[in-house]
Nanobody, 123 residues
Framework: EVQLVESGGGFLQAGGSLRLSCVFS????????IGWFRQAPGKEREMISC????????DYADAVKGRFAVSSDSTNNTVWLQMNNLKPDDTAVYSC????????????????WGKGTLVTVSS
């Protein structure tokens, strides 16, 4: 059974930092991509970062470039999202999701999803 479990969310003031973790298990393939997504109240889900297992390539949404950084530890099946200089607009439920396959990259419709962790940033 594939599982992705996020942790590390919380409440903090603008300008602060958080590191989210995504621990995954049960992947049926060796290669995959893991994306971080967020959904704010009343807004559509948006993809904010992606990392590919095959070569470690990454990508970020413009809204978080320079502030967020994604990294992975394949030995421990963990992907992190380091979030710095957080803003009230970053308030959302953050979810990690996985897409399987050797050429996998992040899509809005990923194969597997975690349940998410809430990040609240006050002004």
């Amino acid at each position: 059974e594939v599982q992705l479990v996020e942790s590390g969310g919380g409440f903090l003031q603008a300008g602060g930092s958080l590191r989210l973790s995504c621990v995954f298990s049960g992947f049926p393939y060796q290669h995959y991509a893991i994306g971080w997504f967020r959904q704010a109240p009343g807004k559509e889900r948006e993809m904010i970062s992606c990392i590919a297992s095959i070569d470690g390539s990454t990508d970020y949404a413009d809204a978080v470039k320079g502030r967020f950084a994604v990294s992975s530890d394949s030995t421990n099946n963990t992907v992190w999202l380091q979030m710095n200089n957080l803003k009230p607009d970053d308030t959302a439920v953050y979810s990690c999701a996985a897409e399987m396959g050797i050429g996998a990259w992040c899509l809005m419709d990923m194969d597997y999803w975690g349940k998410g962790t809430l990040v609240t940033v006050s002004s």
